[in-house]
């Protein structure tokens, strides 16, 4: 395993985690199947794609990018609250949807960015004597650790409270005065948004924007999630839980690039990324049995073999 | 403070699984007043209750609370008059937040913002509530919620339904799911906080002795209607016998109707 290839996985895990993050809001705080994600990282890569691609400034180009993803988020919560559509089909619509809105927004299915000039090249300016390989991790750190602190702040204002408090027990917070409509407009839109800013991030960090980049990263943001809560399992603070996702998301980064690498000795394709990271989740939900029956092998193997349990 | 009228509600209509839960219900309930009301299985006191918190809405009827119409209001916004404590414990808490939070939960019915929800003060407000309950809460302030036994969580809801002193507290058989001997503390620490508060009150309970021991006006559901409607010295002089004889006569009633009805 080489040095480069673990900066890589790092530098992916940042960006891909605060996707991530978005992800754990609706499915993990608001107990809401988000599926609008598939559509909302693309957007984000699509809306500053085009931005930056025209010579716009890159800065901008990620706040158009955030701005995009909300609405999305807010389209989802209009179908579920007000349509009264169930929380999968909202999220299918809105990602079904956002395919051909993120066509018209770039124009064809794909944008090369090299050459232009992306937040990174910008940054890059200001710190000469740092070589890229240096800065892209740093940047990206800082970056998903502020996310990350504005999220936990948020997470425990009076909002963020209802706002848990309604993918709890929505019943019981509806009689303490919160409209859940309400929490679950603001949840979806917070989540999009961030998950639109992992896309921008993405699509400049990776040199490019296209329409296809999106499918499948629900799943990653689910495998992320899961790797998380497997490694915290019950220590469940807000603050813990959002570090084990950031966690979870570069391990996940991790095992996903040494996979594609070296597992073409096992047989495997470029092509099979998508089974690779529905395998990790599969494996990743079964995780703490899994590991419960290594214990209990384990530990049996000492006395006669036989399992008790 | 609290009134009624022509309160009709109908479950599945049109199927063969329609319910009347509520057939005509009026009553007009006096601020402070403490409500106790019985009723067989189905008689309809939890859809009353329902269509008081606006959980659910009456198919014909008018609420008002306050001399406000909130008929047509939603039940986020009624919580601002209305405390409630339901029949199951997992119902008025959230299990995966700590007990500081649920607390923090119901100090504002109404607009919340970007403060902090937990902070030194009301932390400290907090472990002084939860002290008076005397079930050693207050030095688990940080745990889940959901470690906590039926007893304990409802001894919560009950702190949290009366946070905001609420204009009117129901109450719908909350001990009936607990073992005797913590279904008595729940209920002693109830009336504690009723009285401290001089809170308007309805209280639904399977328990005759209950029903009459407490408050100060007893009403007894049946099959949708308000069948008996006690208070004053009339009340002082009912026994559990002449509601169980009550009861009993209903049955009679029914199986009368159900005869013709055959015939
Ligand atoms: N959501 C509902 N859907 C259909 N039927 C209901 C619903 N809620 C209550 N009912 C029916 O209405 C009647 C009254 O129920 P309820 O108010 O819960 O009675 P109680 O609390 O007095 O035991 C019952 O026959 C019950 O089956
Ligand atoms: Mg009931």
Redesign the pocket.
């Known amino acids: 395993m080489t040095w480069s290839l673990l900066v890589h996985a790092l530098e992916q895990g940042l960006v891909f985690s605060i996707m991530a993050l978005g992800v754990f809001i609706t499915f993990q705080i608001l107990n809401f199947p988000d599926l609008t994600v598939d559509g909302s990282f693309p957007l984000g890569a699509a809306i500053s794609a085009k931005i930056i691609f025209a010579g716009g400034d890159p800065f901008i180009a990620v706040i158009w990018a955030m701005f995009g993803g909300v609405l999305a988020g807010g389209l989802t919560a209009f179908f579920h609250t007000r349509l009264k559509f169930t929380n999968l089909l909202s999220g299918i619509l809105t990602m079904t949807l956002l395919y051909s809105v993120n066509l018209r927004i770039m124009g064809k299915s794909n944008i090369p960015l090299l050459g232009k000039v992306t937040i990174l090249e910008v940054i890059q300016s200001w710190f000469p004597q740092l070589s890229s390989d240096q800065l892209t991790p740093v940047l990206f750190l800082f970056v998903v650790f502020s996310v990350k602190f504005l999220l936990d702040y948020f997470l425990g204002t009076e909002i963020g409270m209802a706002i848990r408090a309604t993918g709890d027990n929505e019943q019981m917070i509806r009689s303490l005065g919160v409209d859940t409509s309400g929490t679950k407009i603001i949840g979806l839109c917070l989540s999009n948004g961030l998950v639109a800013l992992s896309g921008s991030l993405f699509a400049q960090y990776s040199g490019f924007a296209d329409v296809g980049m999106g499918i499948g990263t629900i799943v990653s943001g689910l495998a992320s999630v899961i790797i998380g809560r497997s490694l915290i399992r019950n220590r469940g603070s807000i603050n813990w839980m959002t570090v084990s996702v950031i966690i979870g998301s570069i391990i996940y980064r991790t095992t996903v690039m040494v996979a594609l690498r070296y597992g073409y000795r096992l047989g495997f394709q470029p092509g099979d990324l998508k089974l690779i990271s529905v395998l990790l989740v599969v494996i990743s939900l079964t995780f703490p049995s899994f590991r419960g029956k290594i214990k209990t092998i384990i530990l049996n193997n000492g006395s006669n073999g036989v399992e008790n349990e | 403070m609290l009134k009624l009228i022509n309160i009709h509600k109908c ?2 209509k049109g199927t063969s ?1 329609e ?1 009347n ?1 509520l057939r005509g219900i009026k009553i007009n309930i006096n601020e402070g007043d403490f409500l106790t009301v019985i ?1 067989s ?8 209750l329902n269509i008081i918190a606006g959980t ?1 809405l009456p198919d014909k009827g008018r609420v008002r609370i306050n001399g406000q119409d909130v008929t047509n209001k939603e039940e986020h916004f009624r919580a601002r008059f209305i405390g409630r404590v339901f029949q199951d414990p997992l119902m008025g808490t959230a299990p995966s937040m700590t007990i500081e939070e649920n607390l923090a939960l119901s100090i504002k019915r109404f607009g919340r913002g970007l403060n902090l929800g937990l902070n030194k003060l009301n932390r400290e407000y907090f472990r002084n509530k939860l002290a008076q309950l005397e079930l050693g809460l207050e030095d688990m302030i940080t745990k889940k919620v959901s470690l906590l036994s039926g007893g304990q969580r409802q001894a919560l809801t009950v702190l949290m339904a009366t946070m905001f002193d609420p204009k009117i507290l129901l109450l719908d058989e909350h001990t009936a799911s607990l073992d005797p001997e913590i279904s008595k503390k729940i209920q002693s620490i109830t009336q504690d906080i009723v009285q401290e508060k001089r809170l308007t009150t309805i209280m ?1 309970t399977h328990n005759m002795q209950e029903a009459l021991r407490y408050g100060n006006r007893t009403i007894m ?1 049946d099959r949708g209607r308000i069948i008996l409607d006690v208070s004053g010295a009339e009340r002082e002089n009912i026994t559990i016998d002449y509601l169980l004889k009550q009861f009993s006569k209903l049955r009679k009633e029914d199986y009368i109707e159900d005869e013709l009805v055959l015939v």
């Open positions: 479950f599945a699984h319910t839960a009723g299985n189905g008689a309809g006191k939890s859809t009353l659910i639904v559901m």
